[in-house]
Every structure is written in structure tokens, then in C-alpha cells.
């Protein structure tokens, strides 16, 4: 079951809907508090990794709705895309970085949020590749992951930057 997507359609359907909608708000938020937004360094930075990290909830489950594609080529895919927005959100996340010495807290609280979001998709990837250890699972992870982390830095686009 980890390792057949046929299985899993269902979540890669609901998936691939919430996450645009939500990515599809937070382009509403933004385009709404711009100005705000652009006063505060780090910000854009911050609304373009929340875009990143419900980009990467869309992709993965479209890319898990392929029919008749074998498990080691998803994973690839997986692969791909977890490298590819993790190396994008990072060099994002080191822009939103407060200046001077951030807390540990901050710090790990931004770990969290981009990594959640992408590193059980390349997880993921090489257990289907391999067929062992978790195979989708880890995607379902990262799915889960990806979208709170996409709304936690909403809340902050929209609400905190207000306060």
C-alpha cells in the first residue's frame, strides 16, 4: 500500500484542490497587504516561501495522479521537486532571517516550517524508489506539513503584520 498510488488517489485529489485554494488566498492576502508587507524586510521573502510550500503540496499530488506511472519514476519526480523548493524555500528563509542574532527559538521555528514542507518529500522519493521505508507515507507527511506550514505563514502575512 505505501508503494502503489493507485491507492492513494483520493488524498492526492483533496490534496492538489486545498493547496491551490489556499495558495490562491494567500495571492489575494498579499496583493491586499502589500504596502504592509513591503515595509517590513523579510516579508516578501516570507509570502513567496508560503507560495513555495503550497506550490510543492500541488505538485507532488499532481504528479501522484499520473496514471500508469511506475512507483521508481514518482519518486524521482519527488526527488526533483522536494530538492528543488527546499533549495528555493532556503535561500528564501536565510532573506527573512531577523538581523543581528536571531533567538534559537525563530530559528527552529523557520527549520520547521520549510523543512516540514519538503524534506519528507525527498524522503519520500528515495523510499519509492528503494521500496522500503515509508514510501507514500512520507509524502502524506509532507503534504500535511506543507499545507500548515503554508498557513502559519499566512497567519503572519495577514494577522501579525497588523499588531
Do not use: C
Amino acid at each position: 500500500m505505501a508503494y502503489d498510488t493507485s491507492e492513494w488517489t483520493e488524498l492526492f485529489v483533496a490534496s492538489a484542490g486545498a493547496s491551490a485554494a489556499l495558495a490562491g488566498l494567500v495571492f489575494v492576502a498579499v496583493s491586499i497587504n502589500v504596502e504592509r508587507i513591503l515595509q517590513f524586510p523579510g516579508l516578501p521573502e516570507r509570502a513567496l516561501e508560503t507560495v513555495l510550500l503550497l506550490l510543492a503540496v500541488v505538485l507532488v499530488s499532481l504528479m501522484g495522479l499520473i496514471p500508469g506511472q511506475s512507483a521508481t519514476a514518482l519518486g524521482i519526480e519527488l526527488l526533483l521537486v522536494g530538492l528543488a523548493l527546499a533549495a528555493m524555500i532556503v535561500k528564501q528563509s536565510t532573506k527573512t532571517l531577523p538581523e543581528g542574532s536571531p533567538t534559537t527559538s525563530h530559528l527552529l521555528g523557520r527549520l520547521l516550517l520549510w523543512a516540514g514542507g519538503t524534506v519528507p518529500f525527498v524522503v519520500g522519493g528515495a523510499s519509492l524508489i528503494a521500496e522500503t521505508g515509508g514510501g507514500l507515507y512520507w509524502v502524506a507527511a509532507g503534504i500535511l506539513l506543507g499545507i500548515v506550514g503554508g498557513v502559519a505563514n499566512a497567519w503572519v502575512l495577514l494577522v501579525e503584520i497588523l499588531r
